[in-house]
């Protein structure tokens, strides 16, 4: 028999999934605790505690005015590009730029072509991008995806920026919408080809986030690598129940 989760905890779900889709925007007011208290039928400091959740993953803030959506406090992953790009019409945080580095069709690595599902050597699209702000190099990030895309969205093989990111562009010409993603964090030495573009030196350990994506039917939209740039980290807060 599924347990329920806890109040606080559907509280939390309820208001991200509302900040997710876009139903609350950038800057949108919550209502007030005692205004969720009287709503879900629990006491001030469960919904209290609701949004303590949402503060502590970077979603909300609070002040004496209240509690308005805020993701200006999370970690600018490919991930977080994605939710940021569909909350607030843009995948980038104040300050922040892109170079594009390069872009192209090309045969699919072992590692890629197993995380898209597709047979080795395919032929696959690959994005790469310097994401930069005022402290320097934001995260190196590698995107893969399949090669059929580059059919239907030919921009995705020209070396500029994208208006609506790879995200946007995807889901428009192919109809194919992201719904689910896994992520993975690791600790690996920069290679040769990129070490220049983070600032570093060849073999320097390195924060590394893998995405994978999958879109409602259950198929791997795009696999993707960030090489989070020097003095750059992941964090993440809760409250256990």
């Keep these: ?17 509302q900040i997710i889709d876009g139903e609350l925007a950038p800057e949108a007011k919550l209502p007030s605790i005692a205004a969720i208290s009287e709503e879900w039928g629990v006491a001030t400091a469960t919904a209290a505690k609701g949004i303590k959740q949402l503060q502590a993953e970077g979603y909300v803030r609070s002040s004496t005015q ?5 993701l200006g406090a999370k970690q600018t992953t490919g991930a977080d590009r994605l939710q940021m790009l569909r909350v607030g019409g843009t995948g980038f945080r104040p300050g922040e730029r892109v170079e594009i580095v390069g872009a192209e069709v090309v045969p699919a690595p072992a590692d890629v ?13 690959t994005r790469r991008r310097r994401y930069l702000d005022d402290g320097g190099v ?24 994208l208006p ?29 080809g990129d070490a220049e573009l983070l600032g570093v030196e060849v073999g320097a350990p390195a924060l590394v986030m893998a995405n994978r994506y999958w879109d409602e039917d259950g198929a791997v939209t795009e696999y993707a690598t960030d090489f989070l740039g020097p003095g750059r980290h992941l964090s993440a807060e809760y409250d256990l129940p």
Excluded at 1 to 17: G, L, N, S, Y
Excluded at 151 to 159: I, K, W
């Design 66 to 70: 209240g509690t308005f959506v805020d």
């Design 164 to 192: 609506k990111m790879t995200f946007g562009l995807v889901e428009e010409r192919t109809g194919r919408r992201t719904v689910r993603r896994s992520d993975v964090v690791s600790l690996r030495p920069v290679p040769a």
């Design 138 to 161: 934001v995260a190196l990030s590698t995107s893969w995806l399949p090669g059929e895309f580059a059919d239907a969205a030919p921009e995705l093989v020209e070396s500029a920026p």
């Design 113 to 125: 072509a197993e995380a898209l599902g597709l047979e080795e050597g395919a032929g696959v699209v």
């Design 1 to 17: 028999m599924r347990r329920e989760p806890p109040p606080f905890v559907q509280i939390a779900d309820h208001f991200r999934q």
